[in-house]
């Protein structure tokens, strides 16, 4: 089976730092597209960043451009999201989310291009 396992969450003060791991698993499984979506308290999920199999194809919801960066390494199947500068606004539950299909540039933060989801890390930013 598919799994999405998200870590590195946690509490931190407003202007600090957190790196967000996530790691795929599952037999023949390729996380071809990855990305970060996020849900606060009472919001609707949102899209953080999503990134392509090369690397060469990132996006980045404008509320986070220059603080947060996602990458992959996919000898280890995995994504992480290093978020900097963060914001009392930037708390909410963070999901790693998957697909094995490439997802075109305009629809990489489409949340219903993802076939597969983590169940989420909690990150607070205290102000």
């Known amino acids: 089976q598919v799994q999405l396992v998200e870590s590195g969450g946690g509490l931190v003060q407003a202007g600090g730092s957190l790196r967000l791991s996530c790691a795929a698993s599952?037999?023949?499984?390729?996380?071809?597209?990855m990305g970060w979506f996020r849900q606060a308290s009472g919001k609707e999920r949102e899209v953080v960043a999503a990134?392509?199999?090369?690397?060469?194809?990132?996006y980045y919801t404008d509320s986070v451009k220059g603080r947060f960066t996602i990458s992959r390494d996919n000898a280890k199947n995995s994504v992480y999201l290093q978020m900097n500068s963060l914001k009392p606004e930037d708390t909410a539950v963070y999901y790693c989310?998957?697909?094995?299909?490439?997802?075109?540039?305009?629809?990489?933060?489409?949340?219903?291009?993802?076939?597969?989801w983590g169940q989420g890390t909690q990150v607070t930013v205290s102000s």
């Open positions: 990134i392509s199999w090369s690397g060469s194809s990132t």
């Open positions: 989310a998957a697909d094995r299909s490439p997802i075109s540039a305009q629809f990489m933060g489409d949340m219903t291009k993802y076939d597969y």
């Open positions: 599952g037999r023949t499984f390729r996380a071809t597209t």
